[in-house]
């Protein structure tokens, strides 16, 4: 499966964006699928993940309650709402397909998309 996100921009603090990350393949329905982000000098972290069936999902602590995953099967395409931006979110965000549902680690991520950058002003 290919994967392409977009939707990143530059926005203020507090807020929206919508990223969306479209899969090609007639597969994409049976996978789990999660999003994570990566600043300038640190590493890829996780920040939300998906079932293939959309009925559970998981988020890191940080943007719990404040961003939102979910998905469309017709559509090919996951999406993660951001809500209450903070300038701390700004990084390049990217969607992968999870190979083990429930882990939080990238090593257990594959088919990764290009990025879309976030970038939060104060």
């Known amino acids: 499966v290919q994967l392409q996100a977009s939707g990143g921009g530059l926005v203020q603090a507090g807020d929206s964006l919508r990223l969306s990350c479209e899969a090609s393949?007639?597969?994409?329905?049976?996978?789990?699928m999660g999003w994570f982000c990566q600043a300038p000098g640190k590493e890829r972290e996780f920040v939300a993940a998906?079932?293939?069936?959309?009925?559970?999902?998981y988020y890191s602590r940080s943007v719990q309650g404040r961003f939102t995953i979910s998905r469309d099967r017709d559509k090919n395409t996951v999406y993660l709402q951001m809500n209450s931006l903070k300038p701390g979110d700004s990084a390049l965000y990217y969607c992968?397909?999870?190979?083990?549902?429930?882990?939080?680690?990238?090593?257990?991520?594959?088919?990764w998309g290009q990025g879309t950058q976030v970038t939060v002003s104060s």
């Open positions: 992968a397909t999870a190979t083990v549902y429930g882990s939080t680690s990238a090593a257990d991520f594959g088919s």
């Open positions: 393949g007639r597969i994409f329905s049976t996978y789990n």
């Open positions: 998906i079932s293939w069936s959309g009925g559970y999902r």
